[in-house]
Structures are given as C-alpha cells and as structure tokens.
C-alpha cells in the first residue's frame, strides 16, 4: 500500500502560483494513473487533474492552461503547478494513486486558499 503525503498549500493572491507536491512512501513507476482532486466547502470532490504511467495527462476544463501536473518517478513524487489563481480553485487538494486505474490511496490533503 502507497502512503502519499501532499505538500505547498497556502495562502494565495488571486493571480499568484503554487505548487503543490504529493510524495509517495514506495515506487509510483508502475502505477497506472496519479491524480489530483479537490474539495470545496460543501461541495462533493472533484477530479482535477492525472497523469498515467506513460505520462498522459488530463485536466478539468476550469484549470486547464493554468495548472500542469508532472511526476518524477526517481523521487516518487508528483507536482501541481497552479498559475493565475483565482478564488474559485480555493479548497483542500487531495493526491490519489490508481493502481490497476481505480483510485484507491489519497493523502491527507492540503489547504489551498485564494482570497486578497
């Protein structure tokens, strides 16, 4: 079992970055897919953005152009990076591992907040 531990929330201005990180305790080379969620309050979690094993990625349509996902599988580590947020991407950020393409590992989450 995967244990994944995120990292780089914050406190943001609306148009200023972040980069979020999710470290994995074992080795994410074969796993087939890493994803990033969120959760908003009273809101139900939604997907946000995976890359598979061979380094596809997706995005929901709200972030797409402004967030990009990457692994390195030597650090068993997989990135967020968040341009141009806005108030509306503010939530706690989940990383979740799909081995055998179902989400079934998720980290503690991270506190992402976007407000002047």
């Known amino acids: 079992q995967v244990q994944l531990v995120e990292s780089g929330g914050g406190l943001v201005q609306p148009g200023g970055s972040l980069r979020l990180s999710c470290a994995a305790s074992?080795?994410?080379?074969?796993?087939?897919?890493m994803g990033w969620f969120r959760q908003a309050p009273g809101k139900q979690r939604e997907w946000v953005a995976s890359?598979?094993?061979?380094?596809?990625?997706g995005y929901v349509a709200s972030v797409k152009g402004r967030f990009t996902i990457s692994r390195d599988n030597a650090k068993n580590t997989v990135y967020l990076d968040m341009n141009s947020l806005k108030p509306e991407d503010t939530a706690v950020y989940y990383c979740?591992?799909?081995?055998?393409?179902?989400?079934?590992?998720w980290g503690q989450g991270t506190q992402v907040t976007v407000s002047s």
């Open positions: 979740g591992s799909a081995p055998g393409g179902v989400y079934r590992y």
């Open positions: 890359i598979t094993r061979s380094g596809i990625t």
């Open positions: 074992g080795s994410i080379s074969s796993i087939d897919a």
